[in-house]
């Protein structure tokens, strides 16, 4: 047996490890987080998405980033297509409540392999420039120890090799938070929350906004408004899990 082999059997002695989702010993497995059983519960999204919201569409229903959909058609969103991994529900959810409240920062890992391993970030690596987080104001950074937004991008620019951007935009307002709030009240809550230092480091760029969850879409506009008045080409929102409603509140 390996050094590393050792090591390992020792610390699972002491430190076992267990499926963070169902609670199945991983020690007798390869597995570091989640089982291969739940991995698999995580949905894949092959169903064809409007690009420029992110809705499914049905098998006779087509879209494009300019037009969009029908659940899209005639709003208006600073950003210029959206992008996402899986629904925020189940297995994936768990994992984001446990990453993000729980401060279980180690499962970030877990999380960017689900993100690299996706055939859609590989999709739309090719039409962006920079990579750029949707950021934490500093109070609420510095209560929870990390940005999961910035985890993730670092996972994205380790696995890409784009450049990594994290403190040209900043959130200069503490927000609430957006999840009981109504449509007017996200709207007002957010606006003037977001801040860039420098925009001549974003000007003609085509960026990559990323977050790890998406529901009404108001955050992921409200932050590219601030990066198209900056001077960006274009902002490409790439979310992890996205609400299962088909339609957005922007």
């Not at 446990?98 to 690596?125: G, M, Q």
């Amino acid at each position: 047996m390996s050094i590393s082999a050792y090591v390992s059997s020792f610390l699972d002695f002491f430190y076992p490890r267990y499926c963070m989702y169902c609670n199945r010993n991983l020690n007798d497995t390869n597995e570091q987080h989640l089982c291969k059983d739940c991995t698999k519960q995580i949905p894949c999204i092959h169903a064809a998405c409007c690009p420029r919201c992110g809705a499914t569409l049905g098998p006779y229903i087509t879209a494009t980033p300019q037009e969009g959909c029908s659940a899209c058609r005639g709003k208006s969103f600073y950003f210029d297509t959206l992008t996402f991994i899986t629904y925020y529900n189940g297995v994936i959810k768990t994992l984001i409540h446990k990453f993000k409240y729980a401060k279980h920062k180690f499962l970030h890992h877990t999380l960017v392999n689900i993100v690299t391993t996706d055939d859609k970030l590989s999709e739309v690596v090719p039409h962006i420039d920079i990579i750029v987080p949707i950021p934490l104001h500093w109070l609420k950074k510095m209560h929870r120890g990390f940005n999961q937004s910035e985890l993730l991008s670092a996972g994205i620019h380790k696995y890409t090799g784009k450049p990594l951007y994290t403190n040209n935009l900043r959130r200069i307002k503490n927000t609430v938070s957006q999840t009981q709030l109504s449509k007017t009240q996200r709207k007002a809550n957010i606006q003037n929350a977001f801040f860039v230092n420098n925009p001549r480091m974003f000007k003609g760029k085509n960026i990559l906004l990323v977050d790890d969850v998406l529901t009404t879409g108001v955050t992921a506009s409200e932050c590219s408004k601030k990066l198209k008045n900056a001077g960006a080409a274009s902002v490409h929102v790439f979310i992890l899990a996205k609400a299962e409603s088909n339609r957005l509140a922007v």
